[in-house]
């Protein structure tokens, strides 16, 4: 969807490096949402946000920070990255808390 | 915590078959979500049923809501190559954080032309 993108499409890293993915909405929906693919794991929660400056954990939040100060955007940050951490990673938005999401096209992160 | 369960996790048919994915919920749902994703794409946001025993169409596609809101289906009729891609069902659970979905593994259906 043209309204939620996702910066880098790829990234590349090496282990113990920081790295920030974005994630930019223009719907101005309250919530947004970190999920990560894994082949076997379906789509896992990270973090998510209900409003700016209003965050919480997900299913798998270790290893991961993120900030809302701004509602149009979700950076999401690995502090110091590892392999497993090697994914697909997906930013959403909702415009309520039951409403459908809508996906970003995703970033492919390899950590090295 | 809140799972869902969902069969087959592969589905290969051939091209005018019908299609079956089924969704198991451990704990009662408000509501139930269906996604649909493209090979390298992104899930797209098919339907939502609320309402126990809730049935909804889109063209071939057939979606269900059990009775007790625990189990969905989603059934194709007649498969296209256009079908081709990974279902997913994604469940809300009744209490607690109602913004969080909790996702199926998904099912991914492959067609033989």
């Not at chain 1, 790295?19 to 999920?35: D, G, I």
């Not at chain 2, 009662?28 to 609320?50: A, E």
Request: aromatic content about 12%; glycine content about 10%.
């Amino acid at each position: 969807d043209a309204g939620i993108t996702q910066s880098p499409r790829y990234k590349i890293t090496e282990t113990g490096r920081q790295v920030t993915l974005m994630c930019h909405q223009t719907w101005s929906h309250s919530y947004m949402f970190w999920y990560r693919q894994d082949l076997g794991h379906g789509l896992r929660l990270i973090y998510y946000s209900a409003a700016a400056d209003i965050t919480d954990k997900g299913e798998v939040p270790d290893g991961y920070v993120v900030s809302r100060s701004k509602t149009e955007n979700f950076p999401l940050t690995l502090e110091s990255a590892t392999r497993s951490q090697t994914s697909v990673y997906f930013c959403a938005s909702s415009e309520g808390g039951g409403s459908p999401l809508h996906f970003g096209n995703g970033t492919r992160l390899t950590v090295t | 915590g809140q799972q869902v369960m969902q069969i087959p996790q592969y589905q290969h048919v051939q091209e005018g078959e019908d299609f079956t994915t089924y969704c198991n919920s451990s704990t009662t749902l408000s509501n139930i979500q269906w996604y649909k994703q493209r090979p390298g794409g992104h899930p797209v946001f098919l339907i939502q049923l609320v309402k126990s025993g809730e049935v909804k169409k889109q063209k071939r596609l057939t979606f269900q809501f059990g009775e007790a809101k625990k189990n969905s289906s989603l059934h194709i009729t007649a498969t296209q190559t256009t079908d081709v891609g990974t279902y997913f069902c994604a469940g809300r659970g009744l209490r607690g954080s109602n913004y969080k979905l909790t996702f199926g593994k998904g099912t991914l259906l492959t067609v033989n032309p």
